[in-house]
């Protein structure tokens, strides 16, 4: 009985402490690193989506439904990228096509790759997200490819934990230099 119960609680601590460690490595490797890690250890995989899930459930709003309404309000004859899918769920809430990435299959709609890298053609998509998942010390390289497939004038959106930004103003110059301009905060 409370055995049990100390033994689960403990369990379930150490499943979130190893959530938060794979989360961090993500953010603090290349993606090529990200590659690698989940390769060599797929429960990892496993466990950091579930510490992700359980995670952004205590939130009052995940941002990947805000960005499902944001879609559903567009024509749905515009294409999508989700850099970093996770369990696709933008591709299975919205009518539009939609091209899903991550490093690992959650679901039969995603295309494994990784994200400084997708096989899609060039100026080939509208709108290019990336929903906390704006991962990898190669950051740069990552949005060039964002808006290598972007079509000109394509929008880019971008949800993030506001504490992941050393400096937001600095970040939105570098967005600049890569040649995206703001149109919304
Ligand atoms: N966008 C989803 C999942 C976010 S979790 C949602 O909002 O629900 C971040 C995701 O980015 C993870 O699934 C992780 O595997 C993926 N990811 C991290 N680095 C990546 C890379 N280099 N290439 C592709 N996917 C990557």
Not at 59 to 63: A, F, I, L, S
Not at 84 to 88: A, F, R, S
């Given at each position: 009985g409370r055995s049990a119960a100390l033994r689960a609680r403990m369990e379930e601590r150490l499943l979130s402490a190893r959530f938060r460690y794979i989360n961090q490595q993500l953010y603090t490797s290349s993606s090529q690193e990200a590659v690698q890690l989940f390769q060599n250890d797929p429960e990892a995989f496993k466990i950091y989506h579930r510490g992700f899930a359980q995670q952004v459930g205590r939130?009052?709003?995940?941002?990947v439904d805000r960005i499902v309404r944001y879609l559903r309000k567009r024509p749905a004859s515009l294409v999508v990228a989700d850099f970093?899918?996770?369990?696709?769920k933008i591709a299975s809430s919205v009518r539009n096509k939609v091209h899903s990435f991550d490093l690992?299959?959650?679901?039969?709609?995603v295309t494994v790759c990784d994200m400084a890298k997708v096989p899609l053609a060039a100026e080939s998509v509208d709108i290019a997200v990336f929903c906390l998942a704006?991962?990898?010390?190669?950051l740069q390289e990552i949005l060039e490819e964002a808006n290598r497939v972007l079509k000109q004038g394509g929008t880019l959106m971008v949800a993030e934990v506001a504490s992941r930004f050393e400096d937001i103003r600095a970040f939105m110059n570098a967005m600049t230099q890569l040649g995206f301009k703001s149109v919304s905060k």
């Open positions: 939130w009052p709003e995940n941002p970093g899918c996770g369990d696709c690992v299959p959650l679901s039969p709609l704006l991962m990898g010390t190669n």
